[in-house]
C-alpha cells in the first residue's frame, strides 16, 4: 500500500511540474511531464493535459488521437478549457466543423478571454464554411481519413470521414457521404470488441 502512494505522489508531482512548465511556455518539456504523471496514476487529468499541450506543439493530430484517448480513459477529467483546446486541434487539422461544434459548447464557460477568441474563431470558420464544398476539399478529407486509418489512427480517421460527410450534406450531390459514412462504420466494426 506504501509503494502505491509512493508512486501516486510522484505522479502527482509530475503533473504539478507539467503544469508549471506550461504556463511557462516550455511545451517539450510540459509534455513529457504529464505523460510520466499519467504512466504513475496521476489520474485522467494528465492524459487531457498532455493533449492539450501536443495542440501548444502544434501536432494537431497527435493531439486530437491524445483528445479521444483521454476521452476514453477519463470522461469526467474534460472540462470547457480542454475542450477549447480540442477545438483548436481540430481547427488546426482543418475539421472546422469538428471545431465549431467544440467552440459552440465552450461559449463563456471558460471566462471572457478564451469565450473572446472562441467567438472570434466561430466567425472565421463560418466565412470558411459559407459556401458550397468542392469536390476536391471532401475528396481531400476522404483521403486523410484513409492515411488515418491506414496508420492505425482509428479516432482521427473518424474524425476525417465525419467531417467529409457533413461537408458532403451541403452539396445538392452529396458528393461521397455514402463513403464517409461506410468508412465510419467499418471503423466501427474494426473498434468492436
Same mark, same amino acid.
Given at each position: 500500500?506504501?509503494? @502505491? ?33 499519467? $504512466? #504513475?496514476?496521476? %489520474? ?21 488521437? @491524445?483528445?479521444?484517448? @483521454?476521452? $476514453? ?12 483546446? $480540442? ?15 467544440? #467552440?459552440? %459548447?465552450?461559449?463563456?464557460?471558460? %471566462? ?50 465525419? *467531417? ?11 458528393? $461521397?457521404?455514402? *463513403? ?5 462504420? %467499418? ?7
Amino acid at each position: 500500500m506504501c509503494l @502505491a502512494s509512493g508512486v501516486l505522489a510522484a505522479g502527482e508531482d509530475h503533473l504539478l511540474a507539467g503544469a508549471q512548465l506550461f504556463r511557462e511556455r516550455r511545451f517539450q518539456e510540459a509534455y513529457v511531464e504529464f505523460m510520466v504523471a499519467s $504512466r #504513475l496514476g496521476a %489520474g485522467g487529468d494528465a492524459a487531457w493535459y498532455a493533449a492539450a499541450t501536443l495542440v501548444k506543439l502544434q501536432r494537431p493530430e497527435d493531439a486530437l488521437e @491524445a483528445f479521444a484517448a @483521454a476521452e $476514453r480513459a477519463a470522461p469526467s477529467a474534460a472540462d470547457p478549457l480542454l475542450d477549447y483546446y $480540442r477545438a483548436l486541434a481540430c481547427y488546426d487539422a482543418r475539421l472546422f466543423l469538428c471545431a465549431d461544434a467544440l #467552440l459552440d %459548447g465552450v461559449g463563456d464557460r471558460t %471566462g471572457p478571454r478564451i469565450g473572446a477568441q472562441a467567438r472570434k474563431m466561430r466567425v472565421d470558420i463560418a466565412a470558411l464554411i459559407s459556401s458550397e464544398p468542392s469536390v476536391d476539399t471532401i475528396d481531400w478529407y476522404h483521403s486523410r481519413g484513409e492515411a488515418a486509418r491506414k496508420g492505425g489512427r482509428h479516432a482521427l480517421a473518424a474524425l476525417y470521414y465525419r *467531417e467529409a460527410s457533413a461537408l458532403a450534406a451541403r452539396r445538392p450531390d452529396h458528393h $461521397r457521404q455514402a *463513403e464517409a459514412r461506410a468508412s465510419l462504420s %467499418g471503423l466501427r466494426k474494426e473498434l468492436a470488441p
